[in-house]
């Protein structure tokens, strides 16, 4: 009887690997570079800044975000859409997944790396918050541009 309850377990465990794999298929990037993009969090009057405030992006890219916060506290990066989907191919560093899949927690003063490909071509706002100020978040732009323009 014990071995039923393993052998479907491990099935169990095998069709959801096998599901997560299947959910980070992505399409062949447009290009086969991975250019840096840095994006900088700091403070203002205790609200936080990102910069740039447009962030330019090639569309359906991999890209490593570079993400360093001078903050002094917590701050959450939202941009819609882009950290769901198996989009995220890898983060390392002072980076916290938020459970919303809408964003990352960037830790006080800290820094890492999203390994990510961009969303296709197209503009969306992406947003900095801090518990101190969920109702005035800084509100910035992600562009993505197709890299053969």
Request: with cysteine; hydrophobic share 40%.
């Amino acid at each position: 009887m014990l071995w039923k309850q393993w052998a479907f377990g491990g099935g169990a465990a095998l069709l959801a690997l096998g599901t997560l794999a299947q959910a980070k298929d992505l399409p062949p990037p447009s290009s086969d570079s991975m250019p840096p993009i840095e994006l900088t969090i700091t403070m203002d009057q205790g609200k936080p800044v990102c910069a740039p405030a447009e962030l330019l992006v090639p569309a359906n890219t991999n890209i490593a975000l570079h993400i360093v916060s001078k903050a002094d506290r917590p701050v959450t990066l939202t941009i819609p859409g882009q950290f769901s989907n198996g989009l995220v191919l890898h983060a390392d560093g002072d980076l916290v997944h938020v459970a919303s899949e809408d964003g990352y927690l960037v830790k006080q003063a800290g820094q890492g790396v999203l390994r990510l490909r961009s969303k296709g071509a197209g503009q969306d706002e992406y947003a900095c918050t801090s518990t101190a100020n969920k109702d005035q978040p800084f509100k910035g732009q992600y562009v993505r541009k197709d890299p053969a323009n």
